[in-house]
Nanobody
Framework: QVQLVESGGGSVQAGGSLRLSCAAS????????MGWFRQAPGKEREGVSV????????YYADSVNGRFTMSEDNAKNTLYLKMNSLKHEDTAMYYC??????????????????????WGQGTQVTVSS
């Protein structure tokens, strides 16, 4: 079955960097679209970034655009999220999510968690100001 395992979270000071990883198994990695989401205490889960692995297109939420970079290693079935210039408001649990649909099917709704069928257990990112 599909399994997603996130890692790489931790505590950093504002301005610092972290790289999150998401190890995927149980499906053909390049056939899925994958996203990073985050959820802060008392807030709804929100979309951070998405990558369409059929064409490599990547999109980001305005709040992280220019600071976060999403990438993948198809040979390792692993997704990454490099986060630079971290802010206190980036503090959240970060989740990796996957869905077996291509860009044309979900482009208008990729920031909604319900668009994705699979997700991991999350990794905590804490940014101190």
């Amino acid at each position: 079955q599909v399994q997603l395992v996130e890692s790489g979270g931790g505590s950093v000071q504002a301005g610092g960097s972290l790289r999150l990883s998401c190890a995927a198994s149980g499906y053909t990695f390049s056939h899925y679209s994958m996203g990073w989401f985050r959820q802060a205490p008392g807030k709804e889960r929100e979309g951070v970034s998405v990558i369409y692995l059929d064409n490599g297109n990547t999109y980001y939420a305005d709040s992280v655009n220019g600071r976060f970079t999403m990438s993948e290693d198809n040979a390792k079935n692993t997704l990454y999220l490099k986060m630079n210039s971290l802010k206190h408001e980036d503090t959240a649990m970060y989740y990796c999510e996957a869905v077996g649909l291509q860009e044309w099917a979900i482009a208008a709704r990729w920031m909604r968690p319900a668009t994705f069928d699979y997700w991991g257990q999350g990794t905590q990112v804490t940014v101190s100001s």
